[in-house]
């Protein structure tokens, strides 16, 4: 069983960086014989996708022409490194109301029609198996619950493009209102947040 441990934020210390730190954490003790694989877009960010690479999606001739050219090596990298895992830990902040520019370059290179997404007439059909992925989310705000006062263009945005490509299974674990909370909070609602992943939702 592996795990593919992604983070965002460019902060070392960052709260979402603690948060997925504790969600892979805990998925060491459920899954059998885990392995992790690291994919760290905050400190070690991939670039956004360039001109060569469009041309190559630009239509079906030039994406058969081009599959297996220099341009989707990337692209192809890191969907197999999304293939090779059985759960997937993505750590992110809450940037402007929605992921930050670094989770959308790599979730660029990771949508590929032909690769794994299937266009049909009824819409895009996911290529990939799907497999859990948990969502562990940093924002200075409140998005979610009872007490929300700002738009959440992060979660709907994140399962559309995941649900794309197969990745159905989505589990978000939200720390809010960062800005406004000290340390010892902080650590009792990322505690809080990981007593909730139960050994059934890693399991499909």
């Keep these: 069983m592996n795990i593919l441990h992604v983070d965002c934020s460019p902060r070392p ?30 400190l070690e960010p991939i670039p956004h996708t360039r001109s060569d690479y469009a041309a190559v999606l630009a239509s079906p001739a030039a994406l058969a022409a081009g599959a297996s050219s220099g341009a989707v090596r990337l692209s192809e990298q890191l969907i197999q490194e999304v293939e090779a895992s059985d759960v997937v830990v993505i750590g992110t902040p809450m940037n402007n109301f929605t992921v930050p520019s670094v989770l959308k370059a790599w979730i660029d290179q990771i949508l590929r029609v032909g690769r794994t997404i299937k266009p049909t007439p009824a819409g895009k059909v996911g290529m990939l198996r799907d497999r ?8 200075g705000g409140v998005f979610a ?6 738009p959440d263009f992060l ?50």
């Design 13 to 42: 210390e960052s709260h979402s960086r603690q948060l997925s730190a504790a969600i892979v954490e805990k998925l060491l003790t459920i899954l059998p014989e885990p392995g992790i694989s690291r994919r760290d877009l905050g």
């Design 132 to 139: 859990p992925v948990f969502v562990g989310i940093a924002s």
């Design 155 to 204: 979660t709907p945005y994140l399962s559309a493009a995941l649900g794309c490509i197969g990745l159905n299974t989505v589990h978000y674990l939200p720390l809010q209102a960062t800005a406004f909370i000290d340390k010892a909070r902080a650590t009792e609602i990322r505690r809080s947040l990981i007593a909730t992943i139960e050994p059934s939702m890693v399991s499909l």
């Design 145 to 150: 619950g009872d007490q929300a006062n700002q």
